[in-house]
């Protein structure tokens, strides 16, 4: 009995340690660590946008192996398995590792998940650390044409050859169906033509009237909108009516109001939270706040309406307060639907301020993940 029990223990310690060695064999083949020095690039392409970045630099390839060399991981198991138990989506983050010109491992990366066509990892940090890197490198790494700066993608820009066409008189706008409305005298000039024509009616109905063609007069009647406020619905983002703070909306407030904002007194701070990792970003450098401040005046602003349900959305991405003189002035908070609201107010406006904070916070967020891990 007894040399059956001291078999028994041997076996279960023979058995611990093949799960234990294994474990850490499957990590160090998953990730292909032992020929981590032959990798001469990595590409990492981000799903919903399309955005390609290259980790090239040794200091930065390094950078990547040490993150998934430190990381702790709670469990392995193998993609089928786990894809009969779960529906594995499109990842965040895809990644190809490059020896020379071939791809010898292909990772894909989500917040809660590393994964290829063979294994699932779990992370124990949820949203894991390794996801941020590779969010991180493609928020500074992104490859612009020409010299763009970054105030230059909230300017509604129209590329010729591309270079950016100047409008002297009236910038472009983006109309309600995201089209690019553009001053048709520049155009006409950049472009060399004389196009003097347009459609009547889309015209009509691009202002807001209502239109009826008669097929058999040929003739087009327009009549105006039932609701006059549905013509400057219609006009959304023409600067003169919209796009600035000091705009006036029939029986609410300016955005300039909402915002609590006074033109003569600059911004001498500005905090961004972010609801999800409750990280927040704290901006007190003058160039980036009047940067914010020349952001907030420029941006769009399609409906400043009271509330009428509180709750309609209850998940903010993002809790931003402006400072004047050292007084916090304002809190809103934003939505990923380009919505401000604080208690009272619900103002939907453009992407171009929430693109901004986005970019800041979530850079910000990133950076201070990597100097956790001393990788920067």
């Known amino acids: 009995m007894r040399t059956i029990k001291t078999l028994l223990a041997l076996l279960l ?14 990590r160090e083949q998953f990730f292909d660590l ?18 390609v970045v290259n980790i090239v630099k040794p200091e930065e390839l390094n950078k990547t192996y040490e993150i998934l060399k430190k990381m702790k991981f709670g469990k392995i198991i193998t993609y089928d398995a786990y894809q009969r138990e779960n529906n594995i989506g499109m990842s965040d983050y895809s990644m190809n590792f490059y020896q020379k010109n071939n791809v010898v491992k292909q990772l894909e990366v989500t917040q809660d998940t590393i994964y290829t066509d063979k294994w699932v990892m779990f992370p124990q940090q949820m ?6 890197f590779t969010k991180y490198m493609i928020l500074t790494k992104q490859n612009y044409k020409k010299t763009f700066t970054e105030e230059d993608f909230y300017q509604n820009n129209i590329l010729w050859k591309d270079n950016p066409i100047i409008f002297p008189k009236n910038k472009p ?48 009647t327009i009549q105006p909108p039932k609701n006059h406020n549905e013509r400057w619905e219609k006009l959304r983002g023409i600067p003169k009516i ?25 911004l001498t701070k500005v ?18 706040l009047q940067q914010i401040y020349d952001i907030l005046y420029h941006t769009t602003v399609y409906q400043i309406e009271k509330q009428n349900v509180q709750a309609d959305e209850p998940i903010y991405r993002y809790a931003v307060t402006l400072y004047q003189n050292e007084k916090a002035i304002k809190t809103f908070f934003m939505t990923s639907e380009n919505v401000m ?18 970019k800041i916070n979530e850079t910000a967020y990133a950076k201070a993940i990597l100097y956790q891990w001393k990788v920067v």
């Open 13 to 26: 310690c023979i058995i611990y340690t093949t799960i234990a060695f294994g474990a850490v064999m499957d």
């Open 34 to 51: 032992g020929n981590s020095d032959t990798i001469a690039r990595i590409e990492i392409v981000e799903r919903a946008t399309g955005n």
């Open 127 to 132: 949203p894991n650390d390794f996801y941020y």
């Open 173 to 220: 706008y983006y109309e309600q169906n995201n089209g690019v409305m553009a001053e048709l005298k520049t155009l006409n000039t950049v472009l060399n033509v004389n196009a003097v024509y347009v459609s009547a009616e889309q015209f009509s109905e691009l202002l807001g009237y209502m239109t009826m063609w008669d097929d058999t007069l040929k003739i087009l």
């Open 242 to 266: 919209y796009g600035n703070m000091q705009t006036v909306f029939e029986n609410t407030i300016s955005f300039e109001n909402f915002l609590n904002i006074e033109q003569q007194q600059p």
């Open 271 to 288: 905090t961004i939270k972010n609801e999800k990792t409750n990280y927040t970003t704290t901006i007190t450098e003058q160039t980036a």
């Open 341 to 358: 609201k604080d208690d009272v107010y619900r103002v939907s406006v453009s992407t171009a301020f929430f693109d901004y904070i986005y």
